[in-house]
């Protein structure tokens, strides 16, 4: 190996870093650079340096295939190598208790009996840590993952878990890839995550300079180099490394090539006969080529395959690895031209040639089938690659990596067509099981295309199997916001299944319906079905479909006033999801069980519940679902409610980066709100116009849509605009048994008629009937401040009722209506005369609104203790610098003290996402983008007793 030059920085800076590792300061660092730059020679010398320091040091490589790649490929290629190193024995050592898991991906190599499922990515990633907790608690360990710019999902979720989730594990996972990243690529997609790029080192591995190129062909050559001929490499290879390597290599006396491409195609012409066969065997085979099939396929006897491969070697075109008795190219650009060079016919027999060989190992190991399907298809083999299209994607569909499956299902069924033997039975259920990868992809109008081709598929079937495949196209069209055409959908999957026994699906479609009448605001209805729903699961032995009957009734009990039965069946329905591991009904239980909390009055604990759910879908890798986003919604909504609008603001704000247009629209609507206390009117008035003409009939949605339009207006100087908006939106939701959203509507409506000195009757009847028929706090709030808005339009309301307004609203925990009940309070003591209490009124109004941000609210407080000439409010002595707040000082100090986000999060009693969001704001109030320079600064301004 030639010496190494340069790179003394980059060296070091990984040296350092895995002396913090040493001391329980994990490290996620990502290498990029250019092809050829010197990546895998950087990694190569940084792991030799630490093996030397005394750490374990496991490494994996990503494959490139056309068709969809391996699933947790680079792991894989790690685990085999720690049996490689350590002995099967000691791996097992090495590995703890973890290995019971994490060995049946290797289940091939070790001889393990491979578990029938892998589960789900949470515990995958669960297993991996638990590995490197096991192994750093013996030695250091550095985990490097190279070429990731081809890794599949789940490796890409799983780099992003072991970098967000806090630890104090002694492990450095250091990741490689190829600069120039497309637009779109998921990688990208990655590293441009604010919180992930917060959470990793980067380094970017530049060219050669002129300087470092002259000393590196000095020592490929023993020699120094004529100035000349030095800058005709720097010229041409523009320091790259490998190129001018290769330049190098051409020899003294040869014509310096004109191109990088003519040089590598010269390289490879030098070689003989059967060099160049094995060299074509190799570049087709892919990244890596083991001996044994190298011999078989390359057609060469024993002896001849030794010359070859010597020649191979010494040439520099292929590199070996003893450890895993294999073949690789020196660079992946010599590959590539190699593989160019093949002539496509030669090119079909070979990929071929090598998936009957892959073929015989699919038994014993099934993660070679992305591989083989890769190779079949290559070899346009129709029905061998569509076999094994439909094995990847299953394959990957039991580790969870959802995008790897629905890119495997999609190559079977581009295929299908070439195929005349293809059944449609087999056509039906690949279709299914590809529109359900496609939907936990995040792909959802793929989903519903995939489903409407399955029924049509099975159109002259089994009615019970027509059923089950319309229930599933009813729920992904409901998904994907296709409300009318998913009730349609669910419709007939009813009708097919009436006059069939009770099954699964039946109980499915019930459940679904029952949904839809929640939608429409009829919960009588709805929990009648929920009911009939439960009672067919039963009937069928259907444990999951139990559960998700529960969902349904536990939201109709509760928006119908009976909280806690509504929250026992929210908290069976997730135990039973759970359970089975159930998904769909999983995600919906917390979804579903947060809305209830908070309509009980828990609206903290619904906040909690959101997260579990938001950090349950990332440790499943479904951040991408639709479920995900109402999840990150509602958590929005409710941080919102709590005066957590920060919080609230750096969600909603990812939700809308990362999901379609189509699924926002009550992610949109809650920016909205967000935006209209806020200030930023322009900003809300847009996000208005992208969603008001939406198709939809919901009241959830309705309510709050008018409302904001009418807070609009009324900023906007139209209170009579803001009043008929208030009205158009009680009339449109007048069939909902919801009371609380008629209230809501209401009490803004009179809010807006007081401030005008309107009456409104019709308003003041509508709030007090519905007040009649409410029966939880927030109603009785609300139709209370609904009274003292209608006594105000008369100058006739008093101190005392507003004080009742803003006790109610104080107990709830809500402190924007807090704020404005409390400025509404500071105005009728000022007309009463109490100057103290309506001055003590007013400053903390002033404060609630100030902390939230809430312009508008604060400009107008300001207005009304000027018009009262109250005395200005005194600046707390024990106001906290930099405008911390006092849990932002408790978290900085919770992390001065060594704990990490999820300990200080147990600690706290909060998520470790919101101890994320914490931290984050207080980095920005105090300047500064890291740990060390926060902890410094805190400590400096005396935060850090």
Same mark, same amino acid.
């Given at each position: ?37 010197? %990546?895998?020679?950087?990694? /190569? ?59 049946? +991906? ?10 029938? @499922? ?19 608690? !013996? !030695? ?28 104090? !594990? ?78 190098? /290599? ?5 014509r310096v090539p004109d191109s990088i491409g ?50 191979? &070697? ?9 450890e895993e008795e294999s073949y690789s190219f020196?660079?992946? &650009? ?80 581009? &295929? ?10 087999? %056509? ?33 079937? $089994? ?34 299944? $009436?006059?069939? =026994? ?36 039963? /009937? ?91 999840l990150a919604n509602n958590a929005c909504a ?47 008035? !847009? ?31 139209? =209170?009579?605009?803001?009043?008929? @908006? ?125 902390? +939230? ?52 999060? @147990? ?23 890291? %740990? ?11 935060? &850090?007793?």
């Amino acid at each position: 190996m030639a010496q190494f030059i340069g790179r003394d920085t980059e060296l070091a800076a990984l040296t350092g870093l895995l002396g913090q590792v040493a001391e329980h300061r994990p490290a996620v660092v990502v290498l990029d650079g250019e092809a050829g730059v010197g %990546k895998t020679r950087l990694v /190569a010398e940084f792991s030799a340096a630490a093996r030397a320091a005394g750490a374990v040091v496991l490494s994996g490589g990503c494959l490139e295939l056309a068709g969809g790649a391996i699933p947790y490929g680079p792991l894989i290629e790690a685990l085999r190598r720690l049996v490689r190193q350590h002995g099967e024995e000691e791996a097992r050592r090495l590995a703890g208790p973890a290995w019971a898991e994490l060995s049946g +991906l290797i289940a091939d190599f070790t001889g393990t009996p491979a578990a029938p @499922t892998l589960g789900a990515q949470t515990r995958v990633f669960g297993a991996v840590s638990r590995l490197l907790d096991h192994i750093g608690e !013996q !030695q250091p360990l550095v985990l490097v993952f190279e070429d990731v710019h081809w890794a599949d999902t789940a490796t890409l979720d799983l780099i992003a878990y072991l970098a967000l989730t806090g630890t104090d !594990q002694r492990m450095m996972l250091l990741c490689s890839y190829r600069s120039g990243l497309r637009l779109g690529h998921p990688l990208r997609a990655r590293l441009a995550e604010p919180e992930f790029t917060r959470r990793t080192h980067r380094i970017s591995l530049a060219p050669f300079t002129t300087r470092e190129l002259r000393a590196f062909v000095a020592a490929l050559t023993g020699a120094d180099v004529s100035p000349e001929r030095a800058d005709r490499y720097f010229a041409l290879s523009e320091g790259n490394p490998y190129f001018t390597e290769q330049l190098v /290599a051409a020899g003294p006396g040869s014509r310096v090539p004109d191109s990088i491409g003519d040089l590598m195609h010269g390289r490879l012409a030098q070689l003989g006969p059967d060099a160049a066969t094995v060299v074509r065997v190799a570049a087709v085979a892919g990244r890596r080529v083991g001996d044994a099939l190298l011999a078989r396929v390359a057609g060469l006897d024993e002896a001849a395959l030794d010359a070859a491969l010597t020649e191979c &070697l010494a040439q520099g075109v292929l590199v070996e690895d003893r450890e895993e008795e294999s073949y690789s190219f020196q660079h992946a &650009l010599l590959r590539e031209t190699a593989y160019e060079a093949v002539r496509p016919r030669e090119r079909r027999r070979l990929h071929g040639v090598l998936a009957e060989a892959l073929a015989e190992e699919v038994d014993g190991n099934p993660h070679v089938l992305p591989e083989l399907a890769h190779h079949w298809i290559a070899a346009d083999r129709v029905p061998e690659a569509r076999w094994a299209a439909v094995g990847a994607g299953d394959l990957a569909v039991r580790v969870r990596a959802f995008p790897e499956a629905e890119a495997q299902y999609r190559s079977a069924l581009d &295929l299908w067509d070439r195929e005349p033997r293809a059944d449609d039975a087999t %056509k039906v259920r690949v279709l299914t099981a590809a529109a359900d990868a496609a939907r936990w992809a995040g792909h959802l109008r793929q989903a519903v295309t995939w489903a409407e081709e399955a029924v049509a598929c099975a159109e002259n079937t $089994d009615p019970a199997l027509l059923g089950e495949l319309y229930e599933r196209l009813g729920s992904y069209r409901w998904e994907a916001g296709f409300d009318d055409d998913a009730v349609a959908a669910y419709r007939a999957a009813r009708r097919l299944l $009436d006059d069939a =026994p009770p099954s699964a699906a039946g109980s499915r479609a019930s459940a679904a319906l029952s949904t839809v009448d929640i939608k429409r605001g009829d919960y009588t209805g709805a929990l009648a079905l929920a009911r009939a729903a439960e009672d067919e699961a039963r /009937a069928a032995g259907a444990t999951a479909e139990v559960g998700r009957a529960k969902n349904s009734s536990g939201l109709a009990l509760t928006l119908l006033g009976k909280h806690t039965e509504g929250v026992a069946d929210l908290r069976e329905a997730l135990r039973v999801a759970t359970e089975v591991d159930h998904l769909e009904d999983m995600l919906r239980a917390y979804g579903n069980l947060g809305v209830c909390l908070e309509r009980a009055g828990q609206v903290a604990e619904a906040v909690e519940v959101f997260q579990q759910g938001l950090e349950k879908s990332r440790e499943l890798g479904l951040l991408g679902a639709r479920q995900a986003g109402l999840l990150a919604n509602n958590a929005c909504a409710t941080l919102f409610l709590l005066g957590r609008w920060a919080e609230a603001g750096v969600l909603i704000t990812e939700v809308l980066r990362y999901y379609p247009a189509r699924e926002t629209t009550f992610q949109r609507l809650t920016k909205a709100e967000i935006d209209l206390a806020t200030g930023r009117l322009d900003d809300a008035e !847009q996000l208005l116009e992208s969603v008001r003409d939406q198709p939809s009939s919901q009241p959830r949605f309705l309510s709050p849509l008018y409302r904001c339009l009418a807070e609009l207006a009324a900023h906007r100087g139209d =209170p009579e605009a803001a009043l008929d @908006t208030v009205r158009h939106g009680v009339k449109a939701i007048a069939d909902a048994e919801d009371h609380l959203l008629v209230l809501q509507l209401c009490a803004f409506g009179l809010r807006v008629a007081a401030d005008s000195g309107t009456r409104a009757p019709d308003l003041v009847e509508w709030a007090r009937t519905a007040g009649r028929g409410a029966d939880d706090a927030e109603s009785a709030v609300l139709a209370a401040q609904s009274d003292a808005e209608h006594h105000r339009a008369d100058d006739a309301d008093t101190a005392a009722e507003w004080t009742a307004v803003a006790h109610a609203w104080r107990t709830l925990d809500r402190p924007y209506p807090l704020a404005y009940a409390l400025s509404r309070l500071a105005s009728a003591a000022a007309r009463d005369g109490d100057r103290a209490g309506a001055a003590g009124a007013a400053a903390e109004a002033a404060e609630i609104a100030e902390r +939230l941000g809430a312009a508008p609210l604060l400009d107008a407080v300001t207005r009304l203790a000027k018009a009262h000439r109250l005395a200005r409010r005194a600046e707390p002595k024990d106001k906290l610098p930099f405008h911390l707040t006092a849990r932002e000082v408790e978290v900085l100090r919770e992390l001065a003290g060594g704990f990490t986000n999820r300990q200080i999060g @147990t600690r706290l009693s909060i998520t470790k996402e919101t101890v994320g969001t914490h931290l984050s704001n207080a980095y920005r109030k105090l300047g500064v983008d890291n %740990k060390v320079a926060a902890l410094a600064k805190a400590r400096d301004a005396g935060l &850090l007793r």
